[in-house]
């Protein structure tokens, strides 16, 4: 059998000093560790076929206990442990997962601790030592007895109570109550399952309102909302949010103000209850009553008398393993809180911006960070601040999304709702409208979602270029991220380089048409290619349309250099100039942090505020002395009446009062105008950008949704068979009229895409195939190792009613536009649906 190694026999000797482990610098000189790549310390164990034999040790049988879940590991593969910085715990080097850690494991009276009172110095820890954690750890619990509140107070409630008619529980009164949105309260994010639970209606709410009411209904109320209300009461705080009690769910207006305002809800509470255990409501919190906690299996090896070591996962990968991580309503909920506390299983963890602590380990003493997994399954993407621009915000934007297609939802009238409030806050650091849940300035990257098992399933009330009008997993290539650099540069793979992609790339100039804020007009998602003034560059179609000029006829040509910019002398609506944000990168100093420079005025940024103490926060961290128009507005309430002031142009001759108005409609409850004003509009636009008679032609079916509109080169190819793969795949090929390779389409489903010609939409250039394209057969096609393709980026199309509906998307070889079927590819106006 292997010896042990001498980092092991002085982890054996490792002793408790009054009951206390040694602090992590003791911890590190009296394991004598060696100093690791990154600043960390570390030890060795030996070869992995070794440490497998070592049955006499107990942290080697430990380690191998803990991987037992990794296979085909090479037995020479040296394997090391490293002390997690500032942490007494440890983690294991490659080839193991980094959500893997081993730490010391508190007394087993630890366990006997009332959970009240660990959750309580949870928070306690975190407010004293993590300044930015909680936005409402500075105001104390409300007392039983509560003075009469001020008349600013008063005034700021009515307000908030109508535009937003946010209401609490008071688990010391006993009633459910209208608040401001900067009190002090507990939300709760559960799995709900129970089509028969209670749900307030318009008259309970009001009965409910009396002191003491609550009681009428406790015994219906779910096990979770009961432990809730106990859970909050036992730690000395007052108010608790939960969804089912303080919205009134008979009443569509109020359920829409509460979707408004569910960003900040969970960005605002003080925390967070996170009942992750179990597959409903039923389930309760477990460990806050006795024998209501799971008995798990845990990895434990015993080092010495009272000093015990456990494998222990990531919080992530635990919620991976739960339920409450499969429901599309709860992931909104989880990442927009600042601190939660969260049941699952047989533990109890606490998770903030700064740290991840569970209730038997000796870090939870600590108030440093816990390692967080890498991308993946098991990984818990937080929602970044607005105020730190586009590139945060368009990253998490890419994770979220495809985790929320992951998950599933009772309704598909959902798929926007149940996204809503994660999304409002992700456009708003984008500085772009939202058109169909995408970030309509970012269209062009965000109509490129690929199905992985082409399994998708429509939904038909949302529109098809979105993935909200789809149920099933999605990606977004990030092969649009990778830059290939000029003179011999190795290509780069990064977030920025997405602005690049657009600049260069993009195709397609798309206009939002819409009944819901344009009733005559477009809403414009590009921007000109100005020059110098009254002098602009042709737009990226009409450079490809002359590079092809063969296949197109020079009246043509002329006719998109002529009018492909419908109104050149509108306004740019906030568009962002891409050519400008490239060159901020570019001229970036290595070393500063944007974030901390403070930003000018932004309206877009103001709106998302949905209260007073949301409008202080945000204004605390803009530079408005450069802003003299906006020096004397420091209101939330005089900045809404701005706001509404500047939407009465479109909000006239809407169905719904401008007071609902968040930026965006949400979901299937939002309304469009009538189709024979989307008709009249449609009118004056072809009238306008083909100079054909409308009534020539035979008007579009228009659905209830918005469409995008541009011009595009449209072709066909032929659809051909499945790339060879050692997998399964649902990748097909894309063939010339003479049966050439020419391209590689991903289907949205399988199923339903036929096995003839299929229409194909141009939207913008492509350097690199996806993974697993039929591309990568085109061998008489493919670059010098390095280099990029030459690529267009196309979505597969169904033409009905004057629609072009989504039916997968596919990159092709740009010059497959010689090789497309007769007649060939022609341009044409896009309306896609």
């Known amino acids: 059998m ?71 590991i090479d037995p020479h593969q040296p394997i090391g442990v490293r002390l997690l910085a500032d942490e007494l715990a440890f983690g294991l080097s490659y080839p193991f997962p980094d959500d893997i850690r081993l730490q010391f494991v508190r007394p087993d009276n630890a366990r006997a601790t009332p959970t009240a009172g660990r959750i309580a110095d949870w928070l306690q820890s975190c407010d004293r030592d993590h300044g930015n954690c909680s936005h409402t750890s500075n105001l104390a619990p409300q007392p039983v007895e509560q003075k009469a509140p001020s008349h600013d107070s008063l005034v700021m409630i009515k307000v908030e109570k109508f535009k937003c008619r946010f209401r609490v529980i008071d688990v010391n009164l006993g009633c459910v109550k209208p608040a401001s949105l900067g009190e002090r309260y507990v939300a709760l994010s559960y799995v709900c399952n129970l089509p028969s639970m209670f749900r307030s209606t318009k008259d309970q709410i009001d009965a409910l309102s009396a002191r003491g009411s609550l009681d009428s209904i406790l015994t219906s109320l779910p096990n979770t909302i009961r432990d809730a209300i106990d859970l909050v009461k036992a730690i000395g705080e007052s108010y608790l949010w939960v969804d089912s009690l303080c919205l009134a769910h008979d009443d569509t207006y109020d359920r829409r103000l509460g979707i408004g305002v569910m960003n900040s809800v969970y960005q605002g509470a003080y925390f967070t209850i996170v009942a992750a255990s179990g597959a409903d409501a039923n389930a309760g919190l477990p460990g806050l009553r006795p024998g209501t906690r799971q008995t798990g299996q845990r990895h434990t090896a015993e080092l010495g008398p009272g000093l015990k070591i456990a494998a222990h996962r990531s919080l992530g990968w635990h919620l991976s393993k739960s339920p409450y991580n499969t429901r599309g309503w709860t992931l909104q909920e989880l990442v927009l809180s600042r601190r939660a506390v969260v049941f699952h299983g047989s533990h109890i963890s606490f998770r903030c911006q700064q740290a991840e602590w569970s209730e038997d380990s000796w870090a939870g003493r600590l108030t440093t960070s816990a390692t967080r997994g890498k991308l993946g399954a098991d990984y818990i993407c937080s929602t970044p601040d607005p105020l730190h621009g586009v590139l945060p915000c368009l990253s998490a934007y890419m994770e979220l999304t495809e985790q929320y297609s992951r998950r599933a939802l009772r309704r598909d009238g ?83 380089n997405i602005l690049r992609w657009l600049m260069r790339n993009e195709l397609a100039e798309w206009n939002s048409f819409s009944g819901n804020q344009n009733r005559a007009r477009l809403l414009r998602l590009f921007r000109t290619r100005w020059i110098r003034m ?12 002359q590079e092809y000029g063969h296949l197109f006829s020079q009246e043509t040509i002329e006719a998109r250099s002529k009018h492909s910019r419908w109104d050149r002398s509108s306004s740019d609506g906030g568009m962002h100039n891409w050519a400008e944000e490239v060159s901020k990168l570019d001229t970036t100093t290595s070393g500063t942090d ?48 701005w706001r509404e002031f500047l939407s009465l142009s479109v909000s006239q001759g809407r169905k719904h009062k401008a007071a609902v108005i968040w930026g965006d409609d949400c979901g299937d409850d939002a309304e469009t105008d009538d189709d024979d004003s989307r008709i009249a509009a449609w009118v004056k636009n072809v009238a306008k950008e083909t100079g054909v008679e409308p009534s020539t032609l035979e008007a579009p079916k228009f659905p209830k949704y918005s469409v995008l509109q541009t011009w595009a080169i449209c072709l066909q190819l032929i659809l051909g068979e499945a790339p060879p793969s050692e997998h399964g795949t649902t990748t097909r090929q894309l063939q010339s009229g003479s049966g050439g390779l020419v391209g590689s389409l991903h289907p949205d489903n399988a199923g339903t895409t036929g096995d003839s010609a299929v229409d194909l939409v141009v939207l913008s250039r492509g350097q690199t195939p996806v993974a697993g394209s039929a591309l990568f057969g085109c061998y008489q096609q493919k670059p010098p190792s390095g280099q990029p393709w030459d690529l267009l980026w196309v979505l597969c199309v169904e033409w009905r009613d004057g629609i072009a509906w989504r039916r997968g998307v596919g990159q092709i070889l740009t010059s497959a536009l010689e090789g497309a079927l007769k007649p060939g590819p022609d341009v044409r106006l896009v309306f896609l649906g």
Request: hydrophobic fraction near 40%; charge should be negative; aromatic fraction near 10%.
């Open 414 to 496: 959902d798929a926007l709702n149940a996204f809503y409030a994660v999304n409002r806050v992700l456009r708003t650091g984008m500085e772009s409208p939202q058109i169909e849940g995408l970030p309509a300035f970012y269209a062009n990257a965000f109509l490129l979602f690929i199905s992985p098992n082409g399994n998708l399933r429509r939904r038909p009330k949302f529109a098809s270029f979105s993935w909200a009008g789809w149920e099933g997993e999605i990606h977004w290539p990030r092969e649009n991220l990778i830059w290939y650099g000029e003179d011999g540069e190795p290509p780069t793979e990064e977030p920025s």
């Open 594 to 641: 944007s974030r901390l420079k403070k930003k000018s005025f932004s309206q877009t940024l103001l709106n998302l505020c949905n209260g007073q103490a949301e409008f202080d926060r945000l204004v605390a961290k803009m530079d408005l002395d450069h802003e003299p128009n906006m020096r004397g507005i420091r209101s939330w309430i005089a900045m809404t009446m």
């Open 534 to 545: 009254n002098e602009y560059e042709p737009s990226h179609l009409v450079e490809l349309m």
């Open 2 to 72: 292997a010896a042990c190694t001498e980092f092991c026999q002085w982890l054996l000797d490792i002793r408790l000093w009054d009951g206390m482990l040694p602090s992590h610098d003791d911890l590190a000189a009296q394991l004598q560790l060696r100093s690791l790549d990154g600043g960390e310390l570390g030890g060795d164990l030996g070869a992995w076929g070794d440490v497998q034999q070592r049955q006499d040790c107990p942290f080697c049988r430990l380690v191998v206990a803990a991987v037992s879940d990794e296979r085909n």
